[in-house]
């Protein structure tokens, strides 16, 4: 098995001398710059007006445009969303990079799908921590972390792997475990996990049984907390101890219950789906369509998420979370 690195493996002075930029101040954004400043580094912000910049202001940050902050800086950490990262590239980043210079990403998409080319004389690497922003804030926050995929596409210095492996440090990936990998293997990973588990399955899984409870008359109170509620509960012991450790904290009848209905609901024909997905992701017809729709202004994405955010158990939802003041708000109303 290749070798899971921690804090004491990793020599973080390459990285020590540097200036970074961190390009973007939302949910990887901000984590990176206050994880890397709190960890010691020098970190300056690029960005444009707006929201984003307010907030890193407010956060102690001074921000510069992200021409400036490239002009500034030895690594160019881009945390934009993906669909714009190109636009942004080639209009402030690409002019102002300097021969020697790293230019990073926290996932894999616009390098690997080639919407990014880099000049030949820079190091190119990401750093992709495995969980949200706001979980890579919170949890160095604690002393704690979250996992990250480290790669290296292009080393004209020599030093690339050491500074990638630095800023996993900064962040505080290297508290929980940095393992390498290529950005072929990060994007295309990272896109099936979140298609077909972590968010597209997950959510499709949620609904479908808070359906099938309400549609046969039971409340829907009732069946929000039991599809969507206890997901966390059960979650935190799988997180915590893997299967066998939610299992033993079931009921018998809950984990009889696992074994012979679980592989009813996702069976062979679930499977079968998502190796279509897996095989879109891998033959680039899934970027394509995305690079599209974001061309066509997202026709398609507005009008799910409209209809997304009016399903019941959304709206069942707020109602009951409200009367939960433990439940953390929610990041995007911070
Ligand atoms: P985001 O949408 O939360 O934030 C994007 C930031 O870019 C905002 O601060 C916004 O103001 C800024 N921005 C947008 N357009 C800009 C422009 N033209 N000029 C300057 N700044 C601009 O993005 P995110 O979800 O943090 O994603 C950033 C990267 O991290 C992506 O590559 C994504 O795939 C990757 N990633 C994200 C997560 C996550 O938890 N969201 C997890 C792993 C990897
Ligand atoms: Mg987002
Ligand atoms: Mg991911
Ligand atoms: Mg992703
Ligand atoms: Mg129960
Ligand atoms: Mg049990």
């Known amino acids: 098995m290749q070798k899971v690195l921690y804090e004491k493996d990793i ?12 390009v973007g ?3 990887q954004g901000h984590a990176h710059a206050l994880n890397l400043r709190e960890s010691g580094y020098d970190v300056v912000v690029g960005l444009r007006p707006g929201k984003s910049q307010q907030k890193a202001e407010e956060d102690g940050f001074t921000v510069i445009s992200v021409a400036d902050a490239v002009r500034e800086a030895d690594v160019v950490m881009v945390l934009l969303p993906d669909e714009l990262q190109t636009a942004v590239y080639n209009e402030s980043i690409k002019p102002n990079l300097q021969p020697g210079n790293a230019i990073a990403f926290a996932h894999g998409f616009n390098i690997h799908f080639s919407q990014i080319v880099p000049p030949a004389d820079v ?6 921590p495995k969980g949200p922003g706001h979980l890579v804030r919170r949890t160095y926050e604690e002393g704690a972390g979250v996992p990250a995929l480290y790669g290296v596409q292009q080393d004209v210095t020599g030093n690339a792997k050491q500074i990638a492996l630095a800023y996993a440090q900064g962040i505080g990936a ?18 099936f996990g979140e298609q ?18 309400t549609e046969a008359g039971y409340q829907p109170e009732v069946a929000y907390f039991e599809c969507l509620h ?37 069976n062979d024909e679930t499977k079968a789906r998502m ?13 394509k369509g995305w690079i599209l729709e974001n061309q066509a202004n997202r026709p398609k994405y507005n009008a799910i998420n409209a209809q997304e955010n009016q399903h019941p158990i959304e709206t069942v939802g707020k109602e009951l979370r409200e009367l939960m003041p433990f439940v ?5 109303n911070k």
């Open 275 to 287: 190796k279509e997905v897996l095989a879109e992701v891998q033959s680039g017809e899934f970027a």
């Open 196 to 213: 077909a588990v972590l968010c597209g399955g997950l959510s499709s899984l949620i609904k479908a049984g808070f359906e099938t409870l």
């Open 123 to 128: 190091d190119v690497f990401l750093v992709a």
């Open 174 to 191: 290297a508290r929980a475990g940095v393992l390498e990998t290529s950005f072929q293997e990060e994007t295309e990973t990272d896109l």
């Open 11 to 22: 020599q973080t002075e390459v990285l020590r001398e540097k200036k970074i930029a961190i």
């Open 230 to 266: 206890e997901v966390k509960l059960i979650v935190d012991l799988i997180y915590e101890g893997g299967l066998e450790n939610m299992r033993y904290s079931i009921s018998d009848t809950a984990q009889w219950g696992d074994f012979v209905s679980g592989p009813r609901v996702v």
């Open 25 to 27: 101040y939302g949910s």
């Open 328 to 332: 953390k708000q929610p990041v995007n």
